[in-house]
């Protein structure tokens, strides 16, 4: 099942057209939407940031951060970010593509990367930047429906949606991504999962 899964995310993100990216930004960002065959089944690699870094204080969200210099690319930056706040190292990371690029609300251009975590790889959390690790199995979010506020964001009205797991809240710029994911593999991915 895991390796039909994996099939049909790279089949799905490579169909996929770009969507046009709108707004002006002050950098680049790359997250890696990390998917591993845990207990529960497929899950996606998620962090509780600390309350101690500078930015999303106590948010849930991929692993990821800003592009530095020493990156080769976008995808470099994903691998290099998810070393930094978990340990896992790019060998043990198949990327499968990516999805659009979203503006953040600090006005960075983010990329995300889906990547299959490949085998079972020691999790090392950076405590400066990482209060806690969760596999969230894809199922979750297939089969809940999240609940959606209106809020002011950039000078627009945008639908923020907020999923509750466990004691957990996984919402914004995180969940669009994960909706956005899960349309583009299609209604299929419910039987893969």
């Known amino acids: 099942m895991y390796s039909r899964l994996r099939k049909a995310v790279i089949r799905g993100l490579a169909a996929a057209p770009p969507r046009p990216f709108k707004g002006e930004y002050r950098a680049r960002a790359a997250v ?3 998917i591993a065959e845990c207990e ?7 962090t509780r940031r600390t309350n101690t870094v500078s930015t999303h204080k ?3 969200s991929f692993p990821g951060g800003q592009r530095e210099e020493e990156d080769g690319s976008l995808e470099e ?3 290099r970010e998810t070393f930094e706040e978990v340990g896992i190292a790019s060998e043990s990371i198949e990327i499968a593509g990516r999805l ?4 953040a609300v600090t006005h960075s251009r983010v990329t995300p990367f889906a990547g299959f975590i490949n085998g079972s790889p020691q999790i090392i959390p950076c405590t400066a930047e990482v209060a806690r690790v969760l596999w969230v199995p ?7 429906e999240p609940r959606i506020e209106i809020w002011e964001r950039l000078g627009q009205r945008v639908s923020v949606h907020f999923y509750d797991f466990e004691e957990e809240v996984i919402w914004g710029l995180t969940a669009r991504m994960i909706i956005d994911f899960l349309e583009t593999i299609g209604p299929g991915i419910r039987r893969l999962v």
Do not use: C, I, K, N
């Not at 199922?139 to 809940?144: A, H, L, M, P, W």
């Open 58 to 60: 106590g948010q849930v």
């Open 32 to 34: 890696l939407m990390g």
């Open 138 to 144: 894809l199922r979750f979010f297939v089969e809940t």
């Open 40 to 46: 529960a089944g497929p899950s996606f690699l998620l």
């Open 77 to 79: 930056t994903a691998l």
């Open 100 to 103: 659009h690029d979203y503006l």
